[in-house]
C-alpha cells in the first residue's frame, strides 16, 4: 500500500512542480532548505518556515501537522495546527498562503476510509422524490437531476468527484491526469500517466452532457484545466 500513498507537488519550486515523493517512512518533514537543515520535502521560498510541516502515518492512516510556521498551512483551505490532521486521498495542502501546494494521493485502503465532508452536499438531506435542481452525494457516489438519479461511469464520476470536491478551484490538466487515471503512470518519479489534453476534453465533454443545463458549472480554464463553478 505504501506505494500508492504520496504527495504530487502542484506548486512551488519550478523543478518540482508535477514530480511526486512517495512516503514510505512513517514521517516526513516539509520545510526550507538551508545549509544546515534539510527537510525531507524542502522548497527555497523565504515564505516557507525552516520546519513548516510533518507527515506522519499513524497506524493505516495518514495526518498532518504544523509544527508553528509562520505563515500557516491550509488543508482544503482550512487553516491546520499543531494538532494532527487526517490526510485524504485527493486533499490539497496549501503552505505559506499558498505559496506551496501539494496534493495528497492514497490508494487501497486508505480510499476506504470513511471522511468527514469538508465541502457542501448539496440538498443530500432532501429525499429524491421530492428534490428538485442538481443534487450530488459524493458519499454515495450518485448524482441526481430533479430528482431523478443519473447513471455516470466511474471516471464521470471520479472527474466531478475531483472538480467537486475543489469548488471554485482551477484544477490542472495535469492533477486531473493523475487522478483520474493512475494506472496510466509510466515513470514511477517524476511522470504523468501518459493521457492526452483531447482524452480529457472528451471526458469533460460527456461529463457536461451528462449534468444537462448544470454542465456549464464545469468552466474551461485556457491552457491550464477546469473548474467546477459553484
Given at each position: 500500500m505504501e506505494d500508492g500513498v504520496y504527495v504530487l507537488i502542484k506548486k512551488g519550486d519550478p523543478e518540482l512542480v508535477q514530480k511526486r515523493q512517495f512516503?514510505?517512512?512513517?514521517?516526513?518533514?516539509?520545510?526550507?532548505?538551508g545549509s544546515q537543515l534539510a527537510p525531507d520535502?524542502?522548497?527555497?521560498?523565504?515564505?516557507?518556515?525552516?520546519?513548516?510541516?510533518?507527515?506522519r502515518k499513524i497506524g493505516n492512516r495518514y495526518t498532518i501537522s504544523d509544527l508553528e510556521s509562520k505563515h500557516g498551512t491550509e488543508v482544503n483551505g482550512t487553516p491546520i495546527h499543531q494538532t494532527p490532521q487526517p490526510l485524504f486521498h485527493g486533499d490539497l495542502i496549501s503552505l505559506a498562503k499558498g505559496v506551496v501546494e501539494l496534493v495528497f494521493f492514497a490508494e487501497g485502503s486508505e480510499l476506504d476510509v470513511t471522511r468527514e465532508f469538508s465541502f457542501p452536499?448539496?440538498?443530500?438531506?432532501?429525499?429524491a422524490a421530492v428534490s428538485s435542481g442538481l443534487v450530488i452525494n459524493l458519499e454515495r457516489r450518485e448524482i441526481r437531476l430533479d430528482g431523478?438519479?443519473?447513471?455516470?461511469?466511474?471516471?464521470?464520476?471520479?472527474?466531478?468527484t475531483l472538480l467537486y470536491q475543489r469548488?471554485?478551484?482551477?484544477?490542472?490538466?495535469?492533477?486531473?491526469?493523475?487522478?483520474?487515471?493512475?494506472?496510466r503512470m509510466v515513470h514511477a518519479?517524476?511522470?504523468?500517466?501518459?493521457?492526452?489534453?483531447?482524452e480529457i476534453n472528451a471526458l469533460v465533454y460527456r461529463l457536461r452532457k451528462r449534468l444537462g443545463k448544470y454542465g456549464k458549472k464545469i468552466t474551461t480554464i485556457p491552457r491550464f484545466g477546469y473548474m467546477w463553478e459553484e
Open positions: 512516503l514510505r517512512r512513517d514521517e516526513y518533514t516539509i520545510g526550507r532548505r520535502i524542502a522548497f527555497s521560498s523565504p515564505y516557507v518556515s525552516r520546519r513548516h510541516a510533518v507527515i452536499l448539496l440538498q443530500s438531506t432532501v429525499p431523478a438519479r443519473i447513471p455516470l461511469t466511474g471516471k464521470d464520476m471520479d472527474l466531478l469548488a471554485n478551484q482551477a484544477v490542472s490538466y495535469e492533477e486531473i491526469m493523475v487522478s483520474i487515471w493512475p494506472e518519479e517524476t511522470s504523468v500517466p501518459d493521457v492526452g489534453r483531447a
